[in-house]
């Protein structure tokens, strides 16, 4: 049974920031890693950042520079620290654990269930 259970949502003012967890059960941060993915409404979702399970991290071009992902190996916990929130960053945000699929490549296997960040001007 994997459980993915993300916190720390809320609502913030441009320029302000957020550390989002994602509390993991069923999972081992090893193989393909785990990510962030954020969705807009009309909009498809889309990747924030990926963390591979050697601890390099990737992140969407937007991103870069303001937010950070990390994780903790002991506490089964994945972080994501965003800063500089602009209110195009609003968004349902999703923590996901990565899987193989059939052509052999990492994709999201299993998602938390969200948790809204709101940046107001």
């Known amino acids: 049974q994997v459980q993915l259970v993300e916190s720390g949502g809320g609502s913030v003012e441009s320029g302000g920031s957020l550390n989002l967890s994602c509390a993991a059960s069923?999972?081992?941060?090893?193989?393909?890693?785990m990510g962030w993915y954020r969705q807009s409404p009309g909009k498809a979702r889309e990747m924030v950042a990926i963390?591979?399970?050697?601890?390099?991290?990737h992140y969407t071009d937007s991103m870069k520079g303001r937010f950070i992902i990390s994780q903790d190996h002991d506490k089964n916990t994945l972080y994501l620290q965003m800063n500089n929130l602009k209110t195009e960053d609003t968004a349902v945000y999703y923590c996901a654990a990565m899987g193989r699929n059939s052509d052999y490549m990492c994709v999201p296997g299993y998602w938390g269930q969200g948790t809204q960040v709101t940046v107001s001007s």
């Open positions: 963390i591979s399970s050697d601890g390099t991290a």
């Open positions: 069923g999972v081992i941060f090893d193989g393909c890693g």
